[in-house]
């Protein structure tokens, strides 16, 4: 891989960006500061699988940023037998994007992986995420002057893993199919997404994941891609 790749693609939450780290940290500010008594430990066991849930359904498009947003707090407060009224939910969910990208925690080895990858490749971003919020976790996390380009979905107008957002971000980079891989914490969206598309693909998953397809590459720790890169 080494000889033929010259741009690297990575996803930004959960693959550089400690995104449950970032999130736990915003949750304990916000709900103190909405006067929100509720375990915050207790908060985080409902809310995390809840919100992959509902990332899943606003990436398949059954669902609005809207109804994402106030949906996943709303089933957390239920389960949690806390009544939380419509304004206090929603001033709770603008709480949390505004504070979410103050939290700048990263997953071990990002910056010494990037500072070993930016003399030797272009690098990139292909996100999911909302465009403000993962610029503002891009600057606030010092991430910004390695990526070259960095492509959203909104940008985009679809989500991983529709091809219409790898051949939009290849474009916007430049770049060519056999000359680039995709760096994703996400089997379906990132590793699947990019392969469907003719991209090679990595998974990271710091939990070693049992993959149907034996030949897909999958590391545990960032610094391993030095194997491949």
Not at 209 to 219: A, F, N, P
């Amino acid at each position: 891989m080494k000889t033929t790749i010259t741009d690297v693609f990575f996803d930004l939450d959960h693959t550089l960006w400690d995104f449950e780290k970032n999130s736990a940290l915003t949750f304990a500010k916000i709900l103190h500061k909405n006067n929100i008594d509720v375990d915050h430990a207790a908060f985080l066991e409902h809310y995390v699988p809840i919100n992959y849930r509902y990332w899943d359904l606003f990436r398949d498009d059954k669902i609005s940023k809207q109804q994402m947003r106030l949906g996943r707090l709303q089933e957390t407060f239920a389960l949690l037998n806390k009544i939380v009224d419509e304004e206090q939910i929603s001033v709770l969910a603008d709480d949390y994007i505004a504070f979410l990208p103050e939290n700048t925690f990263l997953f071990e080895g990002t910056i010494e992986l990037l500072e070993y990858l930016k003399p030797k490749y272009n690098l990139h971003i292909i996100t999911n995420g909302f465009k403000d919020l993962q610029n503002y976790k891009l600057k606030n996390s010092n991430l910004t002057p390695y990526f070259k380009t960095v492509t959203n979905s909104e940008s985009a107008g679809v989500k991983k893993p529709n091809p219409i957002i790898y051949e939009y971000a290849l474009q916007q980079a430049n770049a060519k199919k056999e000359q680039s891989v995709m760096i994703g914490d996400c089997i379906h969206a990132d590793v699947l997404g990019a392969l469907n598309c003719g991209i090679d693909a990595i998974l990271f998953s710091e939990i070693p994941q049992v993959l149907e397809d034996k030949t897909i590459k999958q590391i545990s720790h960032l610094l391993d891609l030095k194997k491949y890169l």
